[in-house]
């Protein structure tokens, strides 16, 4: 991982930006992306090919859908402002490979995005810049869905990075960290200062590239039951496991039976669950799975 250089391409953004009377929107948490070579890292780490079908979500002003047009075999790009869809649609005509839907992202059925697509193409990878104010929705949606696709590829804020990557014991160790180590391997690939964008961004940037496990680091019989008791586990994180998961609606597991899955982990019945691992969250799941209600 390397800090890049900043290389302004503002001069050209700034032009498309007054061509087409656009500002940035704070409703859409809009922050659009104006450095050469952040752009070129982003499209390097997410390995765009001529066979992959890419998966945009908020192309901006389209600085990166050029990027991702020139070497992909399909790019749709989803993008909720509707002032922003001229502006892709004319300064991205000499692109054919590239359809510009305009929709909410957390409106769509994404598996329709890509189906009857599977047999066109070699892959399938999303990449995204990301609007901060949604990063962690987005990235719940996609690993949910559980797409077709190889990886997710995007621009986030640094302190949701810290979050994801974060292992047990430790202040950002939550259910961000454990869902996404559990469908994907994390790695941040670039460092992005604030000057990059326009506007300036409050907070440090990452590019997160996120490889989806064709086969889980661990095995589960229940995945629901395992992230309900993850969820109740980090829902009121000060307290032990054992009253956080108790108390977590849609969970009906009697305090005795709790304490018993817990020691069984070879844990002491006071544990937190930010001291759990994504295995034991598993191993638990496994324990209670003949005997709960998933009402």
Known sequence: MADLGYVSQKSSTRALMEKYDIRAQKRYGQNFLTDEKILEKIVDAADVKKDDLVLE????????TRK????????KAVEI????????????????NLEV????????????????????????????NLPYYITTPVIMKILESHLPVSSVTVMIQKEVADRIKAGPGTKDYGSLSLAVQYHSKPLVVANVPPECFIPRPGVGSVVLKMEIYE?????????ELMFRLIRGAFNQRRKTLVNAVKNYEGLELDRNEIEK??????????????????????????????????C
């Open 215 to 223: 086969d889980k680091p661990v095995k589960t019989e229940n995945e």
């Open 57 to 64: 979500i908020g192309p901006g002003t389209g600085a990166l």
């Open 68 to 75: 991702l047009c020139e070497r992909a075999g399909a790019v």
């Open 261 to 294: 899955a817990v020691i069984k982990l070879g844990r002491k019945a006071n544990v937190r669950g930010e001291e759990l691992s994504l295995a034991e969250f598993a191993k638990m799941a496994d324990f209670f799975d003949n005997g709960i209600s998933l």
């Open 81 to 96: 402002d509707k002032k922003l869809i001229p502006v892709l649609e004319d300064s991205l005509g000499d692109h054919d």
């Open 101 to 128: 839907i305009n929709s909410d992202i957390m409106k769509e059925d994404l598996n329709s995005l890509f189906k009857d697509e599977e047999h066109r193409f070699k892959d399938r990878k999303i990449v995204a």
